[in-house]
Each structure stands twice: as C-alpha cells, then as structure tokens.
C-alpha cells in the first residue's frame, strides 16, 4: 500500500510539472517582457544617464527610427534618429534636485553588446543649490511607449552609495533620497508589516497553508511541511530578489493554482501527512517567487538588502504562524467529529477544483 501509494504521488509530481512547463512555454510565447538598463550617476551639478534598450523593442516603439524596417537597428539609423530620441527619452525623463528640473541634452547614440542600443543624456541641474546626492529624483515616464509591463533596471550612484530600483510603468519614479540611508519605505518595522500584509491579505498563500495542514497526521509531519514551505519559501523569496529578477505573473500564477490543485489532489490520495514535506519544498518556491514582486517598488541602497529581506521574511512568517496558531487547533478539535471527515475530502476536492480552473484561466 504504501508502494502503491508513493507511485501516485510520485505520478501527480510529473503531470503538475508538466502543466508548469506548459504554462511556461505558453506565457513566454504570449508576451515577453522587455526590459533595459539605467546607469544613473551624479557629479556636482551633472547627472549623468546612460540607457540600454533592446533594439528590436526600439524600433517597434519608435517606428521611425526603423527606417529600413528590417525590425531591428543600425548605427546609421540611430545617429539619423537623433531628434526622435530625444522626444522619446531625453524630454520623458525627468530629473529634478531641490532647485527644481534638471535640463537634458542627448550626447551620444550607440550600438551595445548582442542586440543593445546604448543612449547617453547628461542633466544639468540648477547651479544655485548644486545636486546633493540626497535630492535627486527620476521619473522615467517613457516607459509607457515601451512593450507593456516593461522593467528598467536603474543604478544610481553619488560615488559613495548606490542605489537599485525596478521601476515599472505603473511605479516609474525613483531616486536616491535624504539622509542617505535606509528609505522610510524599506524600514525593518515596515518591512515587517509588508510581510504580514503579503500573508495575511492574499488568497493564495492562505489557501496553500490550509491545504497543507488539512490532510490527518501526527502533528510532527504537519510541522515538518510547514518548515521545509517556509525554508523553500524563504530560499526563492531571496533568489529573485538578490538576483534582480523578475517574476512574471503569466508564469507564477499557474505554478500557484498547480500547486494548490496538487494539494487538494493529494489530500485525496494520502491519509496522513508522513513525507509531506518534499511536495511542500516546490510549493515554498514558487510562493517565495510571487512574495518577492511585492519588494520590487522598492528601492533600497546595495548594503541595507539583507536587512529589507530579513525583516519582509519575519513578516511573512509570523503572518503564517498567526494563521497556523488558529488553524492547527481548529482542525484538531473538528477532527474529534466523525463527520469531520467526509468535510476534509470535500474541502480537498474544492481545492483541487479551484486551483485546476485558476491554472486554465491564468494560462488561457
């Protein structure tokens, strides 16, 4: 039975996986996701910018500059492109310090490394207050005439701190802010409440921990999954957030929903939860991948990420021992109940249900 038993789990593995390598296939296929780069750097009065496009997502933006339209770029039609480049970033990226707007002048126009286009604009700013490293803000609104859900990767540095931030059309404003320090935004205590917020205020990871701990077992097995969830989830929250990476919805949605049928599938098969905790390991992943979209707006200097990180996980974790704290108990009284059982199967096959039409419509 118990052979017989592994073979199922070990078979329902394959076939959720296979869907996630579908859903994949599909989402890359659908849309990609452009993305370019920003080096910002401040010096006295001069801001310096240079941008790294893709540039066949260049020449499907601006049409214009396209002029053989072979779908991609040359030196010669960037250097003839000057003034269209300048409308489309030099005058939609605004830099201001506390004197007020900084002016931009577009310098130079480049072929980059593989397929990359490379722009140089130089601000200069109000010479009456000068740029303090702390007052300078970016507001890169030309992401809007971009591929949709386009990310810029920006680095600005005064020499001393540096500065990440994703900004995205809908969150296009970032800047290095006063004191130079870590911003209000990515305090521990905030950070803290993020990671409860993420927990607690979100349909999906609730449902992944009720699903979890649904199945009968000794509390011991119970634990065991819920640690190695929280490990996993932990480990993938720091790999996309450490790497600067970005997790696409078209993606991670489907492994959520795959994951949540899976559970509800298995709560079906197995009657204990011994061994749990190798299915929970991908589940965590997965779950630690979406959390980490919640700290992409967020810009923070280099040095204070571990900090931002541990203090969103501790959030994160005390929102899943706030939920365990009341349904571990719960469950365990209602399980006195005979007809306690046949509410579990039910509550299993609506999970696998639910999560089986969310994988359909997040792929569809």
Known sequence: MANLQRRRTIAIVVVVWACLAFAAARAADAHTIGLSRGDYRILGSEVSAELVFARQELAVALPDLDINRDGTLSQTELAAGHRTLEDAFVRRLAVNNLSGPCVGSLERMDLAEGDGASILVIYRC????GVAADTVTFDPTFLSALTRGHRHLASVTDGATIVHAVAYEEHARFQIAAPLTLPEAGRPAAMFALGMKQTLGRFAPLVLLLGLILVDGRIRSLLTGIAAFSLACWIGLCFVALRNAEATTTVVEPAIALAIA?????????KDAAGRWLVAIPFGLVQGISLAGALRPIAVPHADV???LVSFNAGVGAGQLAVLAVAIPAICWLRRHQWFEHGTKAMSGALAIAGAWWFI???V
Do not use: C, D, F, T
């Not at 109000?126 to 207050?129: E, G, L, T, V």
């Open 306 to 308: 571990p900090l931002v």
């Open 126 to 129: 109000p010479a009456s207050a």
């Open 262 to 270: 899976y559970v509800g599938i298995e709560n079906l098969l197995i």
């Open 361 to 363: 419509v997040a792929v």
